[in-house]
């Protein structure tokens, strides 16, 4: 069975500090990695993917990959009450099929 | 463009009861796939379709059928519900592009067994 794992929270950050959630898999041949946000009573959205080592910036969000230690993290600079929601990781294990981890629930405090 | 559709939007089932959860897309999209989300947990892949006529089993496809005749519509199929089937449900589409990681959901549709 391929696993994701995440710490399920919450992880409670004020506003403006740097918010860090990790992600470990199992499938050491997984080869694409993203993260979704999913507000409460909603459906998940894709905000980042990452597909080879190293660091990607979009914006406020940074989405890290070692494939060696199998660890993927997201990192949300200058943080803002609206981040607040359930991250998702979820890696691609082949023809477009995710495998989701359980979420980290951010909360971010005015 | 009304992306993924999902129908209804909340039912009230009783045990040993069936129901169909209606899916559809009008992004032309080959993929297609159905999640189960329970409280605080993450999505768990149901079924799948690369397409119309070809589906397959995901991570907890028991007690649950599916049908992909159109690649428009990807209905899910519960027969004798369960209390167990007590979730929202989720249903997402995505390209044939490779590897993007991008799956449009629709807006869930939650059940209730009883």
């Known amino acids: 069975q391929k696993e994701v794992e995440q710490n399920s929270g919450p992880l409670s950050v004020p506003e403006g500090a740097i918010a860090s959630l990790n992600c470990t898999y199992s499938?050491?041949?997984?080869?694409?990695f993203f993260w979704y946000r999913q507000y409460s009573g909603k459906s998940p959205e894709l905000i980042m993917s990452?597909?080879?080592?190293g660091d990607k910036e979009d914006g406020r969000f940074t989405a890290q990959l070692n494939k060696a230690s199998q660890y993927v993290s997201l990192l949300i600079r200058d943080s803002q009450p609206s981040d607040s929601a359930t991250y998702l990781c979820?890696?691609?294990?082949?023809?477009?099929?995710?495998?989701f981890g359980t979420g980290t629930r951010l909360l971010v405090s005015p | 463009n009304a992306g993924v559709t999902q129908t209804p939007k909340f039912r009230i089932l009783k045990i040993g009861q069936s129901m169909t959860l209606q899916c559809a897309q009008d992004?032309?999209?080959?993929?297609m796939y159905w999640y189960r989300q329970d409280p605080g947990m993450g999505l768990k892949l149901i079924y799948y379709?690369?397409?119309?006529?070809?589906?397959d089993k995901g991570e907890v496809p028991n007690g649950y059928n599916v049908s992909r005749s159109t690649t428009e519509d990807f209905p899910l199929r519960l027969e004798l519900a369960a209390p167990s089937q007590t979730s929202v449900y989720f249903c997402?589409?995505?390209?044939?592009?490779?590897?993007?990681?991008?799956?449009?959901f629709g807006e869930g549709s939650r059940l209730t067994v009883l």
């Open positions: 979820a890696v691609n294990t082949g023809f477009q099929k995710l495998v």
């Open positions: 992004m032309n999209h080959n993929y």
């Open positions: 990452i597909y080879s080592n």
């Open positions: 997402a589409s995505s390209t044939l592009a490779a590897n993007t990681g991008e799956l449009f």
């Open positions: 379709s690369v397409g119309a006529g070809i589906t």
């Open positions: 499938d050491r041949g997984s080869q694409s």
